[in-house]
């Protein structure tokens, strides 16, 4: 296929992108640092910045399908209320501007998978597993996902098949665990807050097989939870990293930390969901790391 994709330097495309290119799908990027993208691949993906720079490529293919990965790091600052805005506009900008491309071409592709994330579903302190059918509760991370899955939902006028990735913790050597690995490492790590709070993840290797799932299956289309089956409290997630290391984790973190940090934002490390990938399970794929304990063994 030729796959447009944008969020090209994120830590997921940084996985998911030679996977496909092995596969031998031609990679055609959206990257607001176009220098940053030849420096991970080279000439095997193509790059540009802008729906201007787009049109002015020299005979370009096809496009066949639309991954969308751009997005600020979520939890990368305090959210103050103009980061907030900046979270969103870069996802609802990102994904409008690729509604509008798609528009005018005159071959559509044929699917556009596009990443929101299990903030969809609103902060759930209860034990209950949540599948794509529950119903969220009220907050920002709900609003961010909700209107970032309709916009590009938008794409279904066009004839196109959409499938919206409901992300949970990615682990591998980026993302989530790169903030914790000193600490942790140095045996300063523990709990956080009560350790009640669910962790829904899904290794990095996993993340990317169920984004290609999809993208071949044509059958696939709507919102999926991408976290593995068994979802694990705080208190059981930071041990079973501690031991993975081989240092304790002894070390509980209150709760005004996260909040001096993030402000509003501590909601994602003290609140949490309990997340079940029901329809993926029911289309057949099988997850190579359903424990964590064996996701943590190979990071």
């Not at 005018?104 to 969809?120: E, R, T």
């Amino acid at each position: 296929m030729n796959i447009l994709l944008t969020g090209a330097s994120g830590f997921i495309a940084q996985f998911l992108i030679p996977r496909l290119l092995c596969k031998g799908h031609q990679l055609l990027a959206w990257s607001q640092s176009k220098n940053t993208c030849a420096q991970l691949y080279g000439k095997q993906v193509e790059c540009f910045a802008s729906l201007d720079d787009y049109w002015q490529l020299a005979n370009s293919p096809k496009i066949d399908a639309v991954i969308n990965l751009a997005g600020a790091g979520i939890a990368d600052q305090c959210w103050s209320e103009s980061r907030k805005a900046e979270l969103l506009n870069s996802r609802i900008s990102t994904t409008k501007n690729l509604i509008e491309l798609i528009s005018n071409l005159d071959c559509k592709p044929d699917v556009l998978l596009s990443a929101s994330a299990i903030g969809f579903y609103g902060s759930h302190l209860e034990d209950e597993p949540l599948d794509e059918s529950a119903a969220p509760q009220q907050g920002f991370t709900h609003d961010l996902c909700s209107s970032w899955e309709a916009e590009a939902s938008q794409a279904e006028e066009y004839g196109i098949r959409v499938c919206l990735l409901r992300t949970g913790i990615v682990l591998g050597p980026g993302g989530a665990l790169a903030k914790m690995r000193l600490p942790f490492s140095m045996g300063l790590g523990g709990r956080v807050g009560s350790g009640k709070q669910w962790m829904s993840w899904i290794h990095i290797e996993d993340e990317a097989r169920a984004i290609e799932f999809l993208l071949e299956n044509k059958n696939a289309k709507g919102a999926f939870n991408l976290t593995a089956p068994n979802a694990v409290q705080n208190v059981e997630f930071t041990r079973l990293y501690a031991e993975s290391l081989r240092r304790p984790a002894i070390f509980p973190l209150p709760e005004i930390i996260p909040k001096l940090m993030l402000g509003e934002g501590a909601e994602l490390l003290l609140e949490g969901q309990r997340i079940y990938p029901r329809k993926l399970l029911e289309m057949g794929f099988q997850f190579r790391y359903e424990e964590l304990a064996k996701a943590f063994s190979t990071l």
